[in-house]
C-alpha cells in the first residue's frame, strides 16, 4: 500500500516533513527514545503509510497522540482507565490523514474530556515524548505516539468520554512511579520522569 491511496503526493511529502521536524525537535530522554526516534525517522522517509485508514490495524504502523493532562497548581497528571487497552493511559487518539497532530490533540481533548486543549508551557503545541510500541490484544498493530502535554485545572474538568474510559484518576508523578507498570502504558514511567525533568529545568 502505498501513501498515494490516502493522500495526494505533494501533501503526503509536505506532511512528512512537518513531522520529520517535529520529532527532530524532540531530544531523547534515554537510548530507548533515541531507538524510537530513529526508528521513526526512517519509517517517514521510506514512505510506508502513516495515518490509520481502518480500525484497527490498517496499516500495521500508524501515527497516534497522547496528551498528558497536567495541574500545574496540584502537579498532578490526568490518567483514564481505557476500555479496550485495560491499561491506565494519557487520553489520546489516532492522527486522521492529512492531520496535524496538534489538531488531534485539540479535537481528542474536545471529545475525550470536553475541554479545550491549551497548551502547557513546559512545551506549547510541540510533543515532549516519542514511542513506538506494540500494542496488545485483538488487531495487534505498532502505535508511533507523539506524547503531548497540556493544561488543565482538575476541579473544571468534570466529566470524560464513559464508552472511552471506566474511569478517570489525578496522580502525582511519585504515584505514577509507584504505580505498578503492568497497570499502564508500557512507557509511562519514563514520560512522568522525563516530564518532572522539563518542569524542572
Known amino acids: 500500500m502505498s501513501s498515494s491511496h490516502s493522500l495526494p503526493g505533494s501533501q503526503d511529502r509536505a506532511l512528512r516533513a512537518r513531522l520529520v521536524k517535529l520529532i527532530e525537535g524532540i531530544a531523547p530522554w534515554d537510548d ?29 504502523m500508524h501515527l497516534v497522540t497522547y496528551f498528558v493532562v497536567l495541574d500545574d497548581r496540584r502537579g498532578e497528571l490526568l490518567l483514564v482507565a481505557h476500555r479496550k487497552a485495560g491499561l491506565w493511559l494519557p487520553p489520546g487518539g489516532h492522527v486522521e ?13 474536545r ?11 513546559v512545551t506549547g503545541e510541540l510533543p515532549l515524548f516519542l514511542t513506538v510500541t506494540r500494542t496488545r ?11 503531548y502535554v497540556i493544561s ?21 508523578p511519585d504515584q505514577v512511579l509507584a504505580a505498578p507498570l503492568d497497570s499502564m502504558d508500557p512507557h509511562m514511567h519514563r514520560f512522568t520522569r522525563k516530564l518532572v525533568q522539563a518542569r524542572a529545568s
Open 111 to 121: 471529545e475525550e474530556l470536553g475541554v479545550p486543549a491549551i497548551a502547557s508551557d
Open 32 to 60: 530507548l527514545e533515541r531507538a524510537h526516534l530513529r526508528t521513526t525517522g526512517e519509517w517517514l522517509a521510506g514512505g510506508a503509510p502513516v495515518y490509520r485508514i481502518r480500525k484497527p490495524d490498517v496499516p500495521t
Open 137 to 147: 490484544g485483538q488487531g495487534e498493530h505498532t502505535d508511533v505516539s507523539l506524547w
Open 152 to 172: 488543565a485545572d482538575a476541579e473544571a474538568l468534570t466529566s470524560y468520554d464513559e464508552e472511552e474510559f471506566t474511569a478517570i484518576r489525578w496522580l502525582t
Open 97 to 109: 490523514p492529512g492531520e496535524d497532530p496538534w489538531a488531534t490533540v485539540v479535537r481528542e481533548c
